[in-house]
């Protein structure tokens, strides 16, 4: 049971990554696609979303619009414009009663922005680390379904991450922001995780950025560090009073 949830979750993910090691302009459609397939197979086959977790692929196809853009401004533009249409066609079903959702999307949005006016991050390990922290908190406050999408994308950063520093591909981490963001809305709204507990997930892209110049071993060492001390507070948060067996 174990290994199954395991390959179901991690197999379409690393099949991605190694598409985008060879095609690397549309990596994050081979994402999308992998997000996909997992959702698939969790949840049955599906074309029109019909379900707020379903709408998760397209968080990783509007990057590939962005990224397609001749210049900086065309590409913020389209993914702010990207960010919004994915909100409101996946989160339709709760915008209308908790409006606040849409701000959500901003940080999103700016880090994109900062990403590209300045630099990105070498790998998006923080990002990696970042939806492990999701899966994990997700998982243990009630939903395996949404819990096993984060760690896929946790499997599709995370693989990624490896081909930039073993392979110097290039990653363009920060458009992952968008799926980061979505997944916390799916967790908060859906799941009820305290916004407490996903929002300081952000301290971890952010992170590596200010390592950036760091040597690669030490930086990911203290991202690790950093997010394994904020899933364990998370999760001693969120650990259920009553037994779980």
Same mark, same amino acid.
Do not use: N
């Given at each position: 049971?174990?290994?199954?949830?395991?390959?179901?979750?991690?197999? $379409?993910?690393?099949?991605?990554? +190694?598409?985008?090691?060879?095609?690397?302009? /549309?990596?994050?459609?081979?994402?999308?696609?992998?997000?996909? @397939?997992?959702?698939? +197979?969790?949840?049955?086959?599906?074309?029109?979303?019909?379900?707020?977790?379903?709408?998760?692929?397209?968080?990783?196809?509007?990057?590939?619009?962005?990224?397609?853009?001749?210049?900086? =401004?065309?590409? /913020?533009? +389209?993914?702010?414009?990207?960010?919004?249409?994915?909100?409101?066609?996946?989160?339709?079903?709760?915008? $209308?009663? *908790?409006?606040?959702?849409?701000?959500?999307?901003?940080?999103?949005?700016?880090?994109?922005?900062?990403? *590209? =006016?300045?630099?990105?991050?070498?790998?998006?390990?923080?990002?990696?680390?970042?939806?492990?922290?999701?899966?994990?908190?997700?998982?243990?406050?009630?939903?395996?379904?949404?819990?096993?999408?984060?760690?896929?994308?946790?499997?599709?950063?995370?693989? =990624?991450?490896?081909?930039?520093?073993?392979?110097?591909?290039?990653?363009?981490?920060?458009?992952?922001?968008?799926?980061?963001?979505?997944?916390?809305?799916?967790?908060?709204?859906?799941?009820?995780?305290?916004?407490?507990?996903?929002?300081?997930?952000?301290? @971890?892209?952010?992170?590596?950025?200010?390592?950036?110049?760091?040597?690669? +071993?030490? =930086?990911?060492?203290?991202?690790?560090?950093?997010?394994?001390?904020?899933?364990?507070?998370?999760?001693?948060?969120?650990?259920?009073?009553?037994?779980?067996?």
């Amino acid at each position: 049971m174990g290994a199954a949830l395991l390959l179901q979750t991690l197999a $379409a993910p690393l099949g991605a990554a +190694l598409l985008s090691w060879r095609w690397p302009r /549309l990596a994050y459609l081979w994402g999308a696609l992998a997000i996909w @397939l997992v959702a698939a +197979l969790l949840g049955g086959f599906y074309v029109m979303p019909t379900k707020a977790w379903q709408w998760l692929p397209l968080t990783l196809l509007v990057p590939v619009i962005a990224l397609l853009a001749t210049d900086q =401004r065309s590409a /913020l533009l +389209l993914f702010a414009v990207g960010g919004g249409v994915t909100w409101w066609l996946g989160l339709a079903t709760v915008l $209308a009663s *908790e409006p606040l959702i849409w701000l959500a999307l901003l940080p999103a949005i700016i880090w994109f922005t900062w990403c *590209e =006016r300045r630099t990105d991050s070498p790998e998006g390990l923080g990002f990696a680390l970042g939806f492990i922290w999701l899966a994990m908190v997700i998982g243990i406050d009630g939903s395996l379904l949404i819990a096993q999408l984060a760690g896929a994308l946790a499997a599709f950063a995370g693989f =990624r991450a490896l081909l930039a520093q073993f392979a110097k591909v290039q990653v363009a981490p920060a458009v992952l922001g968008l799926a980061l963001a979505f997944m916390q809305m799916l967790a908060w709204q859906y799941v009820e995780v305290p916004l407490v507990v996903l929002l300081p997930v952000w301290l @971890l892209p952010i992170g590596e950025w200010v390592l950036r110049h760091k040597p690669w +071993l030490a =930086r990911w060492a203290v991202l690790t560090v950093l997010a394994g001390i904020g899933a364990g507070i998370s999760l001693w948060w969120v650990w259920p009073e009553a037994s779980l067996y």
